[in-house]
Structures are given as C-alpha cells and as structure tokens.
C-alpha cells in the first residue's frame, strides 16, 4: 500500500471518473486488437484495471462508488435509452410475443434461483443469498434489488459482471452446438443470460439481435425487480 498522500489524489471525484474512462479506454483498445475475445470485453478489463489500482493505493471501494456517482445515474439513463432499437423493431417483436414472455420468465426464474440454491447448499446466509439473486439484470436495476432485499452491493456487482462475462464467453458455443442460428432467438438469450454485456455482444453482430436482447435484458430486469424484493419482504 502506498503512502496516504498519493491515497488524497482519489479523493477528487474528477481522478475517479477520469480513472474510470482510462481503464474502459485500454479495454476497449485491448478488446479490438484482440479480435473482440469476449473475456477481455472493456468493462471486464476496466473493472480489473480500476480494482488493482484502487488495491494499490489502498482506496476503499465505497470511497470510488461516492465519486463516480455521476456514471451510476448514467446508467440509468442508458439503460432506458435502450427503448430505442425496440421501437425499430416493434413489429417484429410483437409477432413474437408470447414466446419471449415464456423464455423470460423461465430465464429470470432459472437465473436467480440456480444461483440462489447453490449458495445455499454451500452454506451462505441470507444477506448473501440476497446478495447473489439479481446477478442476472443489469447493473442500476441489480444495485436497486440488492439493497431494497438486504444484501451487499459490492457483492451484487461483482456477481453481475462475472454473470455477463461467463454469458458472452459460452454464449457463441452453446449456439453452435445447439445449431441456434435465428438472430432472434440469441438476441433473448443473450438478453437474459448477460444482461448490458450480452445486449452489447448482440448489437456487433446485427441489429435485429441486438433489439431482442435489449428487449429480454429489459423484461429479465423488470421482472426480478418486482419478484425478489417481494419474496425479501414476505420471507422476512
């Protein structure tokens, strides 16, 4: 750990956003030279990046979320911008709407209880266990869950990132092996198993799985908001 007077400079929430851009900037840079290799996508390298420099200087973590607050209410506002590849595609998802409705909720269910139940055969206590059960929505929605359900933020977000990593790295497998060649039927997958991660994996190779995947991410997130927390609050 370095002296506290290099710790002072990560005081400044202008530092923590600048680190923040620098580390998605290499990522992204990595990310391109290395053929778009889903383990190395930008905010996969960034959050390794930005956590050994946090480690270093011995920066609390909770210190680094109070500065970047601004990128978190961006989130936010990302996450509903996506409305917008879903307008341009509104009939052709209507034309599919019982289906997708089916495939998410059976996700979102599958999602959080998988996870839910291995914690639990593993010993986990609750706070845990309501730590780990959004990890399939999106960040700003995951964040919410978790903290109107008792658990531990900090926990939920690592939970989500390796959740999306693990989804695009065995997504293009699985299809292959399955012979899932319909660009709407990956777009839901990749929708629901790898949230943002999985929409963003979607939009380079069309559009049309990109909209689907942003419809799925979007459902997935709504739908787990309202079930956990109510579950949370009946259970405890």
Known sequence: MLPSTYRDWFSSPLVLLTLTVA???IGAIIYR???SFSLLHPAIVGALLIALVLAIFGVDYRAYADGTRLLQWLLGTATVALAIPLYRYLP??????????GAVILGAAIGALSVVSIAWLAG?????????????????IAI???RESGGIVELTNGAVLITAATGVTLAPWIFKLLRISDARVQ???LGIAAHALGA???FETNAVTGAFATLSLCLTGVITAVAIPLLAHWIQ
């Open 124 to 140: 986990c206590d609750a706070q845990i266990l309501w730590s780990l059960a959004p990890k399939s929505v999106t960040t700003p």
């Open 144 to 146: 919410g869950i978790s």
């Open 33 to 35: 030279r290395t053929n």
């Open 23 to 25: 580390a998605y900037e």
């Open 92 to 101: 052709l998802i209507r034309e599919l709407a019982l289906p997708i409705a």
């Open 187 to 189: 777009g839901v997958a």
């Open 200 to 202: 963003a994996r979607s």
